[in-house]
């Protein structure tokens, strides 16, 4: 299934700086039976934003109209924990397009870039430059650039690189899952596999 193009995010962002926030705590386990990807967005930290009656919890980030964007900035060691793919559905289906963090739970990283979710991996330092410049501006800007391989906080141009998987790097400029990228080669695995000695 193939997802939006990405190469320069330009957008607000929420924040979320809990450390070690679990697979099971951005979409808890009851909500895996689907296997499509439908909806997952409505159960997005679930149990964090909603009452057991189903009524808002107003403290919590995601039902503070303060707070909006593509971008969600998260604590150290985001989405630990299982290696259950619909996290990644969930922050995806929910309207965010990145993920930043001083440090990402190696699967939960790969699901992200398998469906088009960037994860960008900052420094502590860089983390806590953009929470305290989203506390004292709800609006503030940061801008991704894939291609450059760049984060900027645009209020002040401080920036800082990350890395990424090359192939992945492609896929998402391109909007490519794994499927799409061996369509895009169809016509080379065709080619090669003519010139095969039968």
Known sequence: MSYDKFNILTSSAVPLPIENVDTDQIIPARFLKAT????????????????????PKADFVLNNPTYSGKILVGGKNFGSGSSREHAAWAV?????????????????KGNCLNIGVLPV??????????????????????????????????????SESFDINGYKK?????????????QSMKEEIVGFANQLPY
Do not use: C, H
Not at 39 to 46: H, K, S, T
Not at 92 to 108: H, K, Q
Not at 142 to 149: D, G, R
């Open 36 to 55: 499509k990807r439908e909806a997952f967005g409505d159960n997005l930290f679930r149990d964090w934003r909603y009452n057991g009656d189903g009524t």
């Open 92 to 108: 995806y289906d929910y309207g965010f397009r990145a993920v930043v963090s001083s440090f990402f739970a190696d699967i939960f």
């Open 121 to 158: 991996q900052v420094s502590p330092e860089f983390a806590k430059t953009i929470f305290k410049a989203i506390e004292a501006n709800p609006k503030t800007e940061l801008e991704i650039n894939l291609q450059e391989q760049k984060i900027t906080l645009l209020a002040t141009g401080q």
């Open 170 to 182: 492609n896929n998402m400029l391109n909007g490519f899952d794994d499927i799409d990228y061996l």
